[in-house]
């Protein structure tokens, strides 16, 4: 079994910071990419930031320059640091992974339980 746990979430004014954290455990071959969505209220779930095992980044334009994704590989573990947060930010954030259970097995997509940021003053 795959679990992936984030923490990090909160209540935060505007223009404060937070950091997310995802960590993977289990029977895990490998990570192919991790990834962190976000889904407010009424609307669907968007990519926020992508990392694939290569290192390559991606940003919804919406958080270019205020949101950064790393990974630490021996933690199994996707961060996303936020910065100079605003309302808008305000959803719920998943992560999410590609991820190998069995050498010759496929990448199989696994998503965290979600963790709560609100930014309000």
């Known amino acids: 079994q795959v679990q992936l746990v984030e923490s990090g979430g909160g209540l935060v004014q505007p223009g404060g910071s937070l950091r997310l954290s995802c960590a993977a455990s289990?029977?895990?071959?490998?990570?192919?990419?991790m990834d962190w969505y976000r889904q407010a209220p009424g609307k669907q779930r968007e990519l926020v930031a992508g990392?694939?095992?290569?290192?390559?980044?991606n940003y919804a334009d919406s958080v270019k320059g205020r949101f950064t994704i790393s990974r630490d590989n021996a933690k199994n573990t996707v961060y996303l640091q936020m910065n100079r947060l605003k309302p808008e930010d305000t959803a719920v954030y998943y992560c999410n992974a590609r991820i190998k259970t069995r050498y010759w097995g496929p990448l199989s997509d696994y998503w965290g339980q979600g963790t709560q940021v609100t930014v309000s003053s």
């Open positions: 990392l694939t095992s290569g290192d390559s980044t």
């Open positions: 289990g029977s895990i071959f490998g990570i192919n990419a």
